[in-house]
Each structure stands twice: as structure tokens, then as C-alpha cells.
Nanobody
Framework: VQLQASGGGLVQAGGSLTLSCTASGRSFRHYTTGWFRQAPGKGREFVGVIGWSSGIKYNEDSVKGRFTISRDNAKNTVYLQMTNLKPEDTAVYFC????????????????WGRGTLVTVSS
């Protein structure tokens, strides 16, 4: 599975962006796909995940009620819709896929896309 994240950019606080994670490979629909982010000088942080059966989990502390994950298997794409963005959401956002393991753990994901930068200005 090869992944490509896109959709990042510069947005003002309170604005919205939708990131896309597009995959190659016919079996993508059978993978769990997570979103992670990495702010400058910090480690990679779990944002949310959508399972192959569309079960969804979020980092409730940081994105609760503001971010929504969805998938379109026909397009081999997983989306991260971000609303009410805050300056602290500024980071490089990565998508990653796996088919077993702890969905919250970076180490459980074997497939990673190149990140896309989201910058939120105050």
C-alpha cells in the first residue's frame, strides 16, 4: 500500500481544511487508516483512525468535536475534515495504514504517506 496525503495549507484560526489520504492497492479497504500529526520540535501525535469496517476513534483531548474522519473505498481515499482550527493544530499531518495492532501507536503502522503541512495563523 502506498499512501499520499494532500490538502494542507495556510488557514486562519477558526477556518477549515479537508485533508485527503489516497492509496494505491486494491486491498486498501481492508486496512485501518490513521491520521497523525507532528508539530515542530514534538513527537508524532495520534489524531484519529478509521477501521476497515468504518469504526472511528479520535484523540478526544485535542480534536474532539472539530475533526471528522471518513473514507470512500471506491476512491481509495480517507479524509480528515478539520473545522474550527486553532494555532496549536499547526503541524505536518500524516496518514498511515495497518491491518493489526494498537491503532493509537505509531509503531503499529507499516505504511506511511508523506505528510502535508497545515499552518493555522492566529
Amino acid at each position: 500500500v502506498q499512501l499520499q496525503a494532500s490538502g494542507g495549507g495556510l488557514v486562519q484560526a477558526g477556518g477549515s481544511l479537508t485533508l485527503s489520504c489516497t492509496a494505491s492497492g486494491r486491498s486498501f479497504r481492508h486496512y485501518t487508516t490513521g491520521w497523525f500529526r507532528q508539530a515542530p520540535g514534538k513527537g508524532r501525535e495520534f489524531v484519529g483512525v478509521i477501521g476497515w469496517s468504518s469504526g472511528i476513534k479520535y484523540n478526544e483531548d485535542s480534536v474532539k468535536g472539530r475533526f471528522t474522519i471518513s473514507r470512500d473505498n471506491a476512491k481509495n481515499t480517507v479524509y480528515l475534515q478539520m473545522t474550527n482550527l486553532k494555532p496549536e493544530d499547526t503541524a505536518v499531518y500524516f496518514c498511515a495504514s495497518q491491518n493489526n495492532g494498537d491503532v493509537y501507536s505509531v509503531g503499529s503502522y507499516g505504511y506511511w504517506g508523506r505528510g502535508t503541512l497545515v499552518t493555522v495563523s492566529s
